[in-house]
């Protein structure tokens, strides 16, 4: 298990707040250079084929003027494709996208989907961007990103923050949902793939996911740009960062001299 586990911090939804009046105000960039300072240890950026948040501006100012990896997340299109081989970020996480969806409703079926994945995997990692495939915590689709090449997997954590909403943390059904990713994480490591995960995260529902051993990095984002609306953008971060930490390191236990 490693120690520190990753922060990226996603900040589409600071563009979400600048769209619905128009012009320049919240800035992302602004947002994600907030995000390095208080302790994000990468900027998660989704690009939608709507543009109904993050821009092309915005990815090519991230690009230009961030330190810290950009994890641009994006649909197996032949448009991102092009988008994602001129910017050349550290990452590209590729994800399920329909038009009528609110937010992203589940992960991407990579077994079903091996034939036309299989492209934008490899140009992707011809070009020196690490491939990340967004998935449900299931074998076949683990299975399936393996086949593919993808070195990352994140794994969707949204069915296990829904449960816990719904039926509290305790519950068999929030529980199960737990086990699941569990589950999942040890088979991606066994595997050979580097395990992410990410969605729908907030203080109370981390810490249990910060506990996976196998998992080296969680995205989070609307959560925290919520969360800004009350307390600011950088204490939000540095609080998610302190409860990722501290559940960590329980996990972790006493270490040996």
């Known amino acids: 298990m490693p120690e520190r586990l990753r922060l990226g911090v996603n900040i ?46 915005d990815i090519a100012a991230l690009s230009e003027k961030i330190a ?14 092009q988008i ?26 990579a077994a079903a ?6 492209r934008f995997v490899d140009e992707l990692g011809m070009a020196e961007i690490r491939v990340s495939l967004f998935v449900d ?21 949204g069915a296990y ?8 943390p305790e519950a068999e059904q929030t529980l199960a949902e737990l086990e699941r990713l569990r589950s999942g994480a040890a088979m991606a490591e066994e595997l050979g793939l580097e395990c992410h ?21 969680l995205n989070i984002g609307h959560y925290l740009v919520g969360e800004a609306i009350f307390s600011g953008l950088d204490s939000a971060i540095k609080r998610m960062r302190a409860v ?4 960590r390191a329980e996990a972790l236990g006493p270490r040996t001299a």
Do not use: Y
């Open 84 to 109: 994602a081989l001129r910017h050349r970020p550290h990452a590209a996480c590729i994800v399920p996208e329909k038009r009528n969806e609110v937010t992203t409703e589940g992960g991407l079926d």
């Open 12 to 57: 589409d939804h600071v563009a979400t707040i600048r769209n619905a009046r128009g012009g320049l105000h919240p800035d992302p960039l602004r947002a994600a250079l907030l995000a390095a300072a208080a302790g994000a240890d990468g900027i998660t950026a989704h690009l939608r084929e709507d543009r109904r948040h993050i821009s092309d501006d």
């Open 68 to 81: 810290l990896p950009l994890n641009l997340e994006m649909a197996a299109t032949d448009e991102m494709l």
């Open 244 to 247: 990722m930490d501290k559940a």
């Open 113 to 118: 989907q091996m034939n036309s994945l299989r």
């Open 137 to 157: 915590a299931e074998g076949r689709q683990l299975e399936a990103a393996k086949r593919l090449g993808a070195p990352v997997v994140e794994l969707h954590t």
């Open 197 to 217: 995960a990410g969605h729908g995260l907030t203080f109370d529902t981390v810490p249990p996911i910060a506990a996976i051993p196998n998992v080296v990095e």
């Open 161 to 168: 923050c829904e449960a816990w909403i719904e039926h509290g």
